[in-house]
């Protein structure tokens, strides 16, 4: 029998403070109406204080993963923490995390795929488990967009949010967990979505920082035309290489980056809106961090065998989806 990598646990953490639509309107020259009718989005949480990086939610979460599981942290092989925005560009968020959890037998590294970089991870992570090679993995993915946005530019600044989770991957020989997985990358896209800035090619220098060149630049309509496109299209030819009809489909989880991406996936897959994960209202864009945070709100009404299909797209370009299978009924 196939050994496959089953999600066993799924925790998620977001900050308290929550900047909704009418303090942004405060801000820049937006409106509730504006953002809601071309997002989704109603409001977004912040990380707010000193020293306060993605580590911080990454911690939260993989505790609260710990504990939910009944796992001890120093069974965990592997942590994988996807981000663009790490604490430090080294080490590793994920180095910071195992660290702070007490994970003293796992090695851990991050990885940089944005939006898709759940996915990526997740993807990596199963082959670990599927080869023997490990028992307990960790995938988390999470992000403070609130430290690379910049609220003085209206088309950015209303998108983004703070958060993110993560799911404990173990092995199993029943057919449950990650079944299939098409992951793409498109590096030309590097032009629509980037952080000017700040890495090898352009080092921080005051003229980069008056420049305001150490935040999201994003060309928002040709983000969304490729968005639109690549997200419906992979998450259909994932269901046709799997022999998938949409009533096989439990639920659709979608990258929550614009309600108009997620619908338009929802509708090339022909699923209703009653079997697509949505939360995006509540928490915004949160980039690698939207995946593990709709699986989280919806875990309870998660049954074992379910089929998910998760799909995303984002800066790079990446985009992807993975088809699993839920691996656990709801918990009393
Ligand atoms: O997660 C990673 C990948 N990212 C994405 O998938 C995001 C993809 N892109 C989007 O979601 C959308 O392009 C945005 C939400 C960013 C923008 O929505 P849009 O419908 O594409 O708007 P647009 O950029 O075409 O702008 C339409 C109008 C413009 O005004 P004019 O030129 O028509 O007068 C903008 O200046 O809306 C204006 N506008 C705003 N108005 C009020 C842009 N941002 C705002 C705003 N409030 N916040």
Known sequence: MKKRAVITG???????????????????????????????????RILKG???????I???????????????????????????????LFPATANIVADNVGAKNSYSFDISAACSGFLYALTIASKFIETGAHKKVIVIGADKMSSIVNYQDRTTCIIFGDGGGAVLLEPTEESLGIMDSLLHTD???????????GGSRKPATLETVKNREHYVFQEGSMVFKFAVTKMAE???????????????????????????????????????????????????????????????????????????????????????????????????
């Open 10 to 44: 799924v925790h998620a953490w977001v900050p308290e403070y929550v900047l909704d639509n009418k303090e942004l309107e405060t801000m820049v020259d937006t409106n509730d109406e504006w953002i809601t009718s071309r997002t989704g989005i109603k409001e977004r």
């Open 50 to 56: 000193e020293n306060q990086g993605t580590s911080v």
């Open 58 to 88: 990454g911690t939260e979460a993989v505790k609260g993963l710990l504990e939910k599981t009944n796992t001890n942290p120093e069974d965990i092989d592997l942590i994988i923490c996807a981000t663009v925005t790490p604490d430090m």
């Open 187 to 197: 590096g030309s896209g590097a032009d629509f979505l980037h952080m000017r800035a």
């Open 234 to 332: 992979v998450s259909a030819q994932i269901m046709k290489k799997n022999h998938l009809e949409a009533k096989d489909v439990a639920w659709l989880v979608p990258h929550q980056a614009n309600k108009r991406i997620i619908d338009a996936t929802a509708n090339r897959m022909g699923i209703g809106p009653e079997k697509v994960m949505l939360n995006i209202e509540k928490y915004g864009n949160t980039t690698a961090g939207t995946l593990p945070l709709c699986l989280w709100d919806y875990e309870s009404r998660l049954k074992k065998g379910d089929n998910l299909i998760l799909a995303a797209f984002g800066g790079g370009f990446t985009w992807g989806a993975v088809y699993l299978k839920w691996g656990y009924d709801p918990k009393p």
